[in-house]
């Protein structure tokens, strides 16, 4: 028996999807560590971004989007996507399962909708209960087509001993094909900041939970009992306990993570938002186009 290498494929991250765009260059500068120079190229690197949450990273609709520019045509071939994974449903899942996995994976972008992004059941139907959809849930899980984030009630090391298995927020495999299911127009592409805040922001945790995700990291956030004061997402990287909280607007208070701050006292605090870098005494403002290669860094 040979040595065997597991390789884990998923959609292009967005530093893939810059090279696609053939800017090497651009994607280049990310991983460089002069954040001075990268704020200097804000804009383009934002407008990469809006194309990207409406395109994603599935191969097909990004060939297709830098080949032709025909967002209509990306749209189809996302829709088309979406359908034959449901078709793959009636295919390879357990028959008594079907119903419940279309109706998880249907709910998917009104959950992400919320306020509170945590996944209701009764939100599928009226008295729905975890135990009826925990074997549709796995299956989706399995078969690679979400992602979970499960709460910790306490940010300790290591993460998995302070999780809920009974609380979690759901994201889709790709922020295109959430946009698609979504129905999300292409004409937010041409209006500034928009499509970084519909769904109210949904896209933007999703894109980051996807980054995240394409790193081998698995998802955790953090709320209280009550479900105030909640931080986006809680990673665990080297030594730390990182506490990570995700703007899409313009609005950048951050008051969920300055009292998480004054109560944990974390070695790093971490806003991800559209505004340029900058290190302030009890956090770190990094851009979500620099996120993940900033994350990479983190020693």
Known sequence: VGKVDFLRLGPLNYYEFLLAAGEEELAKLLRSGDYA???????KYIDYLRKYYYVGGMPEAVRCYMETDD?????????NLLLYYE?????????EQLVR???????????LAKENRKFIYGIMREGARAKDYEVAIQWLSDYGLIYKSFRVKKPGLPLISYMEQTSFKMYMLDVGLLAAKGNLSAKTLLEGSRIFEEFKGALTEQFIAQELTQRGMELYYYSTENSSG?????LQKEQYCIPV????????RAQSLKAYCGKYQPELAIRTSA???????????VPLYLFAEYMDAVE
């Open 87 to 95: 078709n793959d449903f009636s295919k390879h899942a357990p028959k």
């Open 71 to 79: 967002t209509k045509e990306v749209r189809r071939i996302q829709k």
């Open 230 to 234: 909640e931080i986006d997402f809680v």
């Open 275 to 285: 505004s340029d870098y900058r290190e302030e005494a009890w956090m770190v403002n």
């Open 245 to 252: 909280e995700v703007k899409a607007a313009e609005n950048l």
């Open 37 to 43: 120079l990268v704020n200097s190229f804000r804009s």
């Open 101 to 111: 996995i279309q109706m998880v994976w249907n709910s998917i972008p009104a959950q």
